[in-house]
């Protein structure tokens, strides 16, 4: 009995920059609130293997609920990848627009 799944990518390149501990978190964070996935590692990106009936949607959430309970959700938010060859999300740092008045 082989069960159908699916992959699915998040990039975790400038949330690396600002402290490993965070990606480390994340992994442990997404590993027990969704425990019929399994995750692997490579540097800067995240490898989810899912179920098919499992929603991209699904991981989405649980990706903002963890840079909300580590208060990283004003710098950082989840994107989806542009590329159709990956499906899954990019954490990307929030750029902050500075209007300075004469």
């Known amino acids: ?9 998040i990039n975790v390149k400038d949330l ?3 402290s ?4 480390v978190d994340l992994i442990r964070y997404l590993s027990e609130a969704l425990p019929q996935i399994k995750i692997i590692r490579d540097v800067n990106e995240i490898e989810i293997e899912a179920p098919l009936n499992l929603s991209k949607r ?5 990706i ?3 840079l909300y309970k580590k208060k990283l959700d004003g710098d950082y938010r989840p994107i989806s990848y542009i ?5 899954g999300y990019i954490v990307k740092e929030k750029k902050l627009a500075e209007i ?3």
């Not at 009995?1 to 990518?9: A, L």
């Not at 490993?20 to 990606?23: E, I, L, P, R």
């Not at 699904?58 to 649980?62: A, S």
């Open 100 to 102: 300075t008045y004469y």
């Open 1 to 9: 009995m082989s069960e159908e799944t699916k992959q699915i990518f």
């Open 83 to 87: 590329d159709p060859e990956k499906d």
């Open 20 to 23: 490993d501990h965070f990606v």
């Open 64 to 66: 903002r609920k963890y």
């Open 16 to 18: 690396s920059f600002r």
């Open 58 to 62: 699904i991981i989405r959430l649980r």
